[in-house]
């Protein structure tokens, strides 16, 4: 063979072969980027994108990497899931990359979040497949530290819904009867004064005047004349109709203490005219109707209405009787315990209250133990009414006790199962125990119930859609809501929003630190930061690995 021949051929298998011999070099931090770096809590996981670039001759053509994530924390680290990469003469489904060209890799990432990865390092291990050999490459570090805000979302701080009480301090109640006159008369009948609303309207008034809890605020008297007939006529009699009825009620009303009485008349009634007639069954009532729309004037309606002679008579004898009447009512108020009595009667006898007497006084005390105790009473008393249960229940789970308060919500489901608290409440309980399917199957059927909007709020928030989060929240003053405004960058409305809690608390201010730390606001992160710690000292350690406040001097504070 000739020489020279062989030497060419010697060079040409060499470079061929070059591909393919030797080993992969260490990979460099530079070759990649993460996006977002630092690396962020979305919900309850920590996402992100590595993307690389991988240079030309680097990538030996008969080589498999396997490339995985780790996040690396003071006492453990994550794994995501690994990505394979192959040369190009390796027989396989995964990404090619060009030995002389190089290439463009990318590879999501997804961690579980654990609150000790707010202090971690985004690692890349490499593990290389080549032949028959196999070796580790050294890992590489990309990203630092994780920003942890979103995960303030917080179920457990979220408001259950109660039960609402129906208690009254003043029920106001209105007892009426009427006195029906003959055609163009306005004396009362006896037979008019012995009907079962009138028998009944005095026994009321006198069982009121005796009783210390029931005032009579008023007794009116409204008379009336029927639309036939001229006006004028009318006008008189219904006025003598009212005198006649408010004699006979000063009569009865001797020895009665009542607010006043009050008395009026209308000398046509074409209001309840057209109501009788509309409610009817005469068969021409559309035709009347449309004769009332028609004349404004009354002398014209009535003419128009006796000219419809097929019907008129009919009018007579089922209508125009009914129009002929003066009406009583007492206005009559019911006056419920106060809350000193509610209280004594608790202290001492707690059967002796309503439940809606036991339900409302539930509500005059800030201390949720006492609320619990007096919820549990309720119950014991009343078994069978769903409120007790329910407010129970949210009594125990603002206590913490989830497992009590998911069975004394499920307790209130089975007396109503129609009822939305109890489903939002057992939903909130499926939230703060990650069973997320089950809250929202729960939210999903508690429609209407005030509270719904903070439960189905961090239920997104727990999702990752903070914009949904938001907009579930719109008008909540809570840290939560809050929470959901800073993490879609709506800070002028968090700013509102956590001024208006009514009891702000330490996270209240760390959120209020947050917010002054993404505005630039050195004063407002300072100020509220120092609050948050005064209030939970554990705060200084989370501020002082918070990479929301790498950028601020916080040595003031911590």
Known sequence: MN????????MATGLALTGCSKKLGQMKADYFTVNPNPLEVVGEKVPATVSARIPAKYFVKNAKLTVTPYLTYAGGEAQSTPLTLQGEN???????????????????VDFTYQPEMATSKLELGFTVDQGKKSYVLPRVAIANGVIATAAFASAESATPAIASD??????????????????????????QLRTQAMTGLNARINEANKDARQEIEEINISSYASPDGSYDFNYKLAQKREDTTKNYMNKQLKGVT???LTADFTPEDWEGFRRLVSESNIQDKDLILSVLSMYKDPEEREREIHNLSSVFEQLAEEILPQLRYSRITAKINVIGKSDEEIAQAYATN??????????????????????SEIYST??????TDYRTFNNLGMTQYQLGDYDAARASFAQASRLAPQSAEPQMNIGL??????????AQSRFGSAAGVPELGEALGVYYLKQGDNAAAARAMDGVSSNNAALAQILTKDYSTAKRTLAGIAEPDATTYYLTAVLG??????SMLINALRQAIKLDPKMAAKASQDLEFNRFNLSAVL
């Open 3 to 10: 020489s020279k021949f062989s030497f060419v051929l010697v």
């Open 258 to 260: 009542f607010g006043e």
């Open 350 to 371: 707690p059967s002796l209250l309503s439940v809606d007497e036991i339900l409302y006084y539930a509500t005059l005390t800030d201390s949720t133990d006492k609320r």
């Open 517 to 522: 730390a993404r505005t630039n606001n050195e």
């Open 166 to 191: 129906k208690f009254q301090r003043i029920i106001a109640e209105k007892v009426d009867a009427d006195i029906l006159f003959l055609i163009n008369q306005a004396n009362i009948r006896d037979n």
């Open 378 to 383: 309720a119950a014991e008393l009343y078994p």
């Open 429 to 438: 309980v499926s939230l703060v125990e990650g069973k997320y399917d089950d």
């Open 90 to 108: 390796v027989r396989g489904n995964d990404q090619t990359v060009s030995y002389d060209n190089g290439g463009t890799v990318t590879l999501p």
